[in-house]
């Protein structure tokens, strides 16, 4: 059974930092792409960050582009997403997904999700 959780959620001022961690578990972690999502009240769910799998290649969106650092360590079946200089618009919940490949991530595994909010 596949389970990712996700940890690392609160409140934080404007400009401040947070560190955002899922656990994976019941999947090939290492072969496996993670990706970030977050999603406002009454908005669809965005993309926000993205690591490949063997290459560790990372992809953004625009808006956190700079901003967020997305990283994993296979050793620990664990993805990071580094959030610094947050803006008011950062607030949502976060979810993390898992798919064989970064294309698929839409149509993969996800977690619970974690509430960001940031204060301005």
């Known amino acids: 059974q596949v389970q990712l959780v996700e940890s690392g959620g609160g409140l934080v001022q404007a400009g401040g930092s947070l560190r955002l961690s899922c656990a994976a578990s019941g999947l090939p972690f290492s072969s496996y792409a993670m990706g970030w999502f977050r999603q406002v009240p009454g908005k669809e769910r965005e993309f926000a960050a993205a690591?490949?799998?063997?290459?560790?290649?990372?992809y953004y969106a625009e808006s956190v582009k700079g901003r967020f650092a997305i990283s994993r360590d296979n050793t620990k079946n664990t993805v990071y997403l580094q959030m610094n200089s947050l803006k008011p618009e950062d607030k949502a919940v976060y979810y993390c997904?898992?798919?064989?490949?970064?294309?698929?991530?839409?149509?993969?595994?996800w977690g619970q999700g974690t509430q960001v909010t940031v204060s301005s």
């Open positions: 997904a898992a798919a064989p490949s970064i294309p698929g991530l839409n149509q993969g595994y």
């Open positions: 690591i490949s799998a063997r290459t560790g290649n990372t």
